[in-house]
């Protein structure tokens, strides 16, 4: 191990190193104190286990000293504590009664537990299409019961979609960890490493983020002791995550960019529309999954409330804010609703500056292709590249459709930037194309015809109608009866005209298909898992 002599101010001796050269698994203290974390991870400089470096700057665990593996055990411990206590099997209990209805019957919270178990295998079974490693049966188990046990211990806001993918990662920095782990290593890290302790690691992990992030999944449905949540169809009130978002413009983003605030609320686009997906996945899903953990070890770096998260949205929308004023409505909407033009570690430097002008220049700006009307999009992450490159990738394999691994559908952002496009483009493109063939021939003419009718089905009565999927955003200000479901919500709220309705008009009810839920009991699964495996495919087509 290289030795450096540091001075008693503490500045190197040597001006070539600003700081003491921390090492991969070397626990050295100077390179394991607080302070040196917290300047490592803003500068993206953590060393592995960079599991541990989070858990320590979010004060989970003290940096590495006796203390270290006192608090460890003390962690793994009271997961063991809660995984007895939440798994009672209720016919142990004498004189309880399978139907009973009440609070306290074992067997109703049987019931609502394996009802939750289903609801979050749900989400889990979707978690990275791409990656093999959320394909694993046990991996998916372990992140069902890891976001069970923290839902049932934090009924307010209990479990919401979205907490998969906050999950996600930290398991995958966790396996890191233990698969680049040399065999040399200290006693200290050896029992930190410890496979059979991955799934309390990463409880442990998943508690200290959601200290500062499970404000932003409060909707202000309060579920019930056994943690079923309320059945009520009432409108929920403007939740913390919404306030959190207007405070962010009106307070932050009018003071740096006002020009950029008034053009987003010219084009109607309200901050919620896509901060909450940034605020719930910690940005997971706005930068490549290579850059994540270095933009939450900067995140990380100022403690587990997550203070100065706001930053990080002022960053990202001044980073493209040529191309948002550039933009009109439809084309600002596609850019916001995919992953960000700008990387993360200049999203990172830009977010120093707004916070310590004085203290941290402005870094250049990024490289970005000039805005048009052709080219508001850059093309290296563009909805059409991203379809290009899928058919590519499909040609060189020789096989047809949609790639292996990727789900159904596609993610919702290319979706939601694939019907911005539709909207703002085919309309054009068919009244040019109906200008320059004002006769076409017949065997042009039906499908020009059925050009026209797609042209016309996308057009909403509404230009400040989006088609969101309400379950991602959790159903915010929507009658829980719509979540799960694809509907037309309002970027900015009006009045809503009222529908005029003939003697010949009938109104149909929708028709919705109620899936029966299937109840698990602990004898019926096999092996020493105690949550039933649905088949992913079989998940998303029902």
């Known amino acids: 191990m290289e030795q450096n002599n540091i001075n008693g101010s503490g500045s190197p001796s040597s001006p070539s190193k600003p700081y003491i050269e921390a090492s991969d698994y070397d626990l050295q203290f100077p390179t394991w104190s607080m302070e040196y974390l917290k300047k490592a991870a803003v500068e993206h400089r953590l060393v592995r286990p960079r599991s541990l470096a989070w858990a320590i700057l979010l004060n989970a665990v003290p940096p590495p000293s006796e203390d270290i593996l006192i608090s460890i055990r003390g962690h793994r411990s009271f997961y063991d504590d809660l995984r007895k206590k939440m798994s ?116 442990m992990l998943f508690s200290a983020i959601m200290k500062g992030l499970e404000k932003f999944y409060w909707t202000g449905d309060v579920p019930s002791a056994s943690g079923r949540l309320p059945v009520s169809k009432t409108i929920h009130n403007q939740n913390e995550v919404i306030r959190y978002l207007d405070k962010v413009r009106e307070e932050y983003l009018m003071l740096f960019d006002p020009d950029l605030a008034t053009h987003l609320a010219e084009c109607g686009i309200s901050m919620e529309l896509f901060g909450i997906r940034w605020l719930r996945l910690l940005f997971g899903r ?121 789900a159904e559908g596609g993610d919702v952002a290319h979706s939601l930037a694939a019907l911005a496009l539709l909207r703002a483009r085919l309309p054009a493109a068919v009244a040019a194309l109906r200008a320059a063939l004002p006769r076409p021939p017949p065997r042009a003419e039906l499908p020009l015809q059925q050009i026209v009718q797609l042209a016309a089905l996308l057009q909403c009565r509404n230009h400040a109608l989006i088609d969101v999927e309400t379950a991602l955003e959790a159903a915010e200000n929507q009658s829980t009866d719509a979540i799960g479901r694809k509907q037309l919500v309002p970027v900015v709220m009006g009045p809503k005209p009222k529908p005029q309705m003939n003697s010949k008009q009938v109104k149909i009810a929708k028709k919705v298909k109620e899936v029966p839920l299937k109840l698990f009991y602990q004898s019926e699964c096999d092996g020493a898992s105690d949550l039933p495996f649905l088949d992913p495919l079989g998940l998303r087509t029902e």
């Open 286 to 406: 706005e930068f490549p999954r290579s850059d994540v953990p270095h933009l939450w070890g900067f995140i990380f770096s100022d403690g587990p409330m997550l203070p100065n998260v706001h930053y990080i949205i002022l960053a990202m929308l001044i980073s493209i804010r040529s191309i948002l004023l550039a933009a009109d409505t439809a084309r600002a909407l596609c850019v916001l609703m995919r992953p960000s033009a700008a990387g993360a570690r200049h999203v990172c430097a830009l977010a120093l500056h707004l916070r310590a002008p004085h203290a941290h220049p402005a870094p250049r700006p990024p490289a970005h292709a000039p805005p048009s009307h052709d080219n508001i999009l850059d093309a290296s992450s563009s909805v059409y590249a991203f379809e290009q490159r899928a058919e590519e990738e499909a040609e060189s394999s020789g096989s047809e459709g949609v790639a292996e691994g990727v």
């Open 88 to 203: 009672m099997d209720p016919r142990g209990v004498i004189g309880d009664d399978p139907l009973s209805q009440r609070e306290e019957s074992a067997w109703k919270q049987h019931f609502c537990d394996n009802e939750l178990k289903a609801m979050i295998l749900q989400d889990v079974v979707r978690t990275f299409p791409d990656e093999a490693y959320f394909r694993d049966k046990d991996v998916q188990d372990l992140m069902v019961r890891v976001l069970f046990y923290w839902s049932r211990a934090h009924p307010c806001p209990g479990y919401r979609q979205g907490m998969h993918e906050v999950l996600a990662p930290l398991l995958l920095e966790l396996r890191a960890d233990r698969r680049c782990a040399p065999r040399s290593i200290s006693d200290t890290l050896r029992y930190y490493l410890q496979e059979d302790y991955l799934e309390h690691d990463s409880y």
